[in-house]
Nanobody, 120 residues
Framework: QVELVESGGGLAQAGGSLRLSCAAS????????MGWYRQAPGQQRELVAT???????NYADSVKGRFTISRDIAKNTVSLQMNSLKPEDTAVYYC??????????????WGQGTQVTVSS
């Protein structure tokens, strides 16, 4: 069992920065990968960034060069540094983690979501 608790987010002006963090507890050694999705009003949830236990990262084209995902294995946290924010980055951001339930299956858990609002 893995649980996620998010922190950060809030209000920023266009061009500004925000940082999101997500702390995992429970069966953390089995987690791989972790990352962030976001969901804007009336839109589907979309992948923002992922990071593997080995440090490999993947970003949505819309955030490449502006957002940076990082992971502290020892602290069981994943962070998302968001720079050069745009109004279209406004959304609820959800942390996720995939963890191994057994040798044959994995399960995805989600954080509670945190609001990011970027004003123009």
């Amino acid at each position: 069992q893995v649980e996620l608790v998010e922190s950060g987010g809030g209000l920023a002006q266009a061009g500004g920065s925000l940082r999101l963090s997500c702390a995992a507890s429970g069966s953390t050694p089995s987690i791989n990968p972790m990352g962030w999705y976001r969901q804007a009003p009336g839109q589907q949830r979309e992948l923002v960034a992922t990071i593997s236990s080995g440090g490999s990262t993947n970003y949505a084209d819309s955030v490449k060069g502006r957002f940076t995902i990082s992971r502290d294995i020892a602290k069981n946290t994943v962070s998302l540094q968001m720079n050069s924010l745009k109004p279209e980055d406004t959304a609820v951001y959800y942390c996720f983690a995939d963890y191994r339930v057994n040798n044959y299956s994995t399960r995805r858990v989600w954080g509670q979501g945190t609001q990011v609002t970027v004003s123009s």
